[in-house]
């Protein structure tokens, strides 16, 4: 199949498209580069052995994604273009829902135009909200706790309203939980600007001396060791995923949620040991306050994802910090 890749060059859609190469698919990226760089391509090319077309554009722009559709005809489309922090969600929410809810609007349109109706979206665990009871099973009330979580579930409502009006739509929105770690290459991973909102990014800037020391929000949480806990899942497990999901959508209708996470969950301290393991040595860290909005726990039912796609994340907590500390340090000397 063609797939497009919005938000293509992002953490996550480079990983995708990766994988969807090596499942035999063919792929186009399609990024406004606002939260991502171009060289990434470059990169790509690196592990694939492929020119992968990249067109730079806006979701927004439902001219431009309707003559790329057709162009380079497309059969299905993975929309990972979003904005995704739910800190700047909450400050800027006509941002948030005017880039993730408009957005996806202005993609379905151009979809509709071009007859493309199949389509992953990436969704989030976050549109759980506060665990009625876990592990977050996909008939778990929804009832996000942030803006950010809230545009995730708008997008799932009007694809499932879609999806009810046309039954020749194919959708599935995969909720993610914590996507961390990189291409065994070193070659690709996450690359926050500025200081990172997420734990391992963070470790590995404390790991690599560019930050002194980590903040562990909170060690009275009732969990196993009193840091918050969740599930970690390796990016390249969730790039399969969407793999295991377009190869869904050829033989199935309708529209479901599905859980991309592992089922288990990693304390903040136990990354913090993982990843002290791969460097052989000590991660500087200090207990801070709980940050208001953090969950003490959660983390998936994934038997929904195994049933449905055969797909099952293998990759280890281990694989997860090793791979992170690769990138890490091949894009410091890259820099
Ligand atoms: N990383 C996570 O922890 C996580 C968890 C759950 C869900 N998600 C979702 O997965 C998707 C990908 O996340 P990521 O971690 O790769 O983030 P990312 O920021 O690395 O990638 C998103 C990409 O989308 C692009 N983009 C944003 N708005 C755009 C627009 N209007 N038009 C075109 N391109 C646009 C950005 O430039 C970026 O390259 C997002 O939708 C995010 O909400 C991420």
């Given at each position: 199949m063609i797939i497009l890749l919005t938000g293509g060059t992002g953490y996550i859609g480079s990983h995708t498209a990766i994988a969807a190469i090596a499942a035999g698919h063919q792929v186009v990226l399609y990024d406004n580069l606002s939260n991502s760089h171009a060289q990434v391509i470059e990169k790509m090319h690196t592990i694939t052995h492929q020119k992968i077309p990249f067109v730079q554009g806006d979701v927004l722009n439902t001219e431009l994604l309707y003559k790329t559709l057709v162009e380079y005809k497309i059969d299905a489309v993975i929309h990972l273009a979003g904005l995704k922090s739910v800190k700047d969600s909450s400050e800027y929410p006509i941002n948030y829902y005017h880039n993730n809810v408009s957005g996806t609007i202005s993609l379905l349109q151009a979809m509709s135009r071009a007859g493309v109706k199949k389509l992953v979206f990436s969704s989030?665990?976050?549109?759980?909200?506060?665990?009625?009871?876990?592990?977050?099973?996909?008939?778990h009330p929804t009832t996000p706790i942030n803006v950010y979580g809230r545009t995730k579930l708008q997008i799932e409502e009007v694809l499932r309203d879609l999806v009810d009006s046309d039954s020749t739509w194919r959708i599935l929105a995969l909720r993610y939980f914590n996507p961390v770690g990189a291409h065994a290459s070193g070659l690709i991973g996450e690359n926050p600007q500025g200081?990172?909102?997420?734990l391992m990014p963070y470790v590995a800037q404390v790991a690599a001396k560019e930050l002194p020391i980590l903040h562990i929000f909170?060690?009275?949480?009732?969990?196993k060791d009193g840091t918050g806990e969740r599930d970690y899942i390796h990016v390249m497990d969730l790039a399969e995923g969407h793999t295991a999901a377009i190869d869904y959508l050829i033989n199935h209708e309708g529209f479901r949620c599905i859980n991309l996470g592992t089922g288990s969950a990693f304390s903040v301290l136990d990354l913090v040991k993982s990843f002290e393991h791969v460097l052989g040595s000590k991660i500087p860290y200090q207990i801070s306050p709980r940050r208001h909005g953090d969950l003490p726990k959660y983390f998936a039912d994934a038997s929904l994802a195994h049933e449905l796609l055969n797909w099952k994340a293998h990759r280890s907590l281990l694989d997860m910090c090793h791979t992170t500390w690769i990138f890490k340090k091949n894009s410091k000397k890259g820099s």
């Open positions: 989030s665990a976050t549109v759980y909200g506060e665990p009625q009871y876990l592990p977050y099973d996909e008939n200081i990172p909102n997420n909170g060690d009275d949480y009732a969990t």
